[in-house]
T-cell receptor
């Protein structure tokens, strides 16, 4: 069964520092992978997605992620953190079993220190 | 283009009561999914509706039920509410051709006392 593991429930970085949020997936078929961001008291906003093709995916707000099949990873990075990046981040894999659903990781809370 | 909307924003119920949550899908999207997000957790898939029929369900009991209407809007109904049903309920819609991307609404925060 497809699953997602996010390493680190809480990540704290300084403003201007590199952001690295880790995601590993388990899938028996080529996966569709997603990163979503959730600000307090809001729904989920898509940051970026990998379906096929280029393994380095660029998203909104300066984020990018690299699909590494050999490592079953899809880590999210941003070169320079901004205070507005503080939020909860979710990695997800798309699963088709009758319905097409998203299976989410537990989430990583990103805190930015001034 | 109007995004996914949900109502109400917040809701407080007592144990044993019934609740109905509503979702309007994004224009042109004919597939709607519902997710439950407990505090500190990732969203969990409840079920999906396509052309007014449920076509997939997660690990939720039958007291969680839904409807989809001809205009693709949807309802989530929960009977015999339990304390553990307290969560953020998210609705997501999907376009027929962009089938791998789901667009989420802002959610309904349900508190069961």
């Amino acid at each position: 069964a497809q699953s997602v593991t996010q390493l680190g429930s809480h990540v704290s970085v300084s403003e201007g520092a590199l952001v690295l949020l880790r995601c590993n997936y388990s899938s028996s078929v080529p996966p569709y992978l997603f990163w979503y961001v959730q600000y307090p008291n809001q729904g989920l906003q898509l940051l970026l997605k990998y379906t096929t093709g280029a393994t380095l995916v660029k998203g909104i707000n300066g984020f990018e992620a690299e699909f590494k099949k050999s490592e079953t990873s899809f880590h999210l990075t941003k070169p320079s953190a901004h205070m507005s990046d503080a939020a909860e981040y979710f990695c997800a894999v798309s699963v088709t079993q009758g319905a097409q659903k998203l299976v989410f990781g537990q989430g990583t809370r990103l805190t930015i220190n001034p | 283009e109007t995004g996914v909307t949900q109502s109400p924003t917040h809701l407080i119920k007592t144990r044993g009561q019934q609740v109905t949550l509503r979702c309007s899908s994004q224009s042109g999207h004919n597939t709607v999914s519902w997710y439950q997000q407990a505090l500190g957790q990732g969203p969990q898939f409840i079920f999906q509706y396509y052309r007014e029929e449920e076509n997939g369900r997660g690990n939720f009991p039958p007291r969680f039920s839904g409807l989809q209407f001809p205009n693709y809007s949807s309802e989530l109904n929960v009977n015999a509410l339990e304390l553990d049903d307290s969560a953020l309920y998210l609705c997501a819609s999907r376009a027929p051709l962009l089938s791998n991307e789901q667009f989420f609404g802002p959610g309904t925060r349900l508190t069961v006392l």
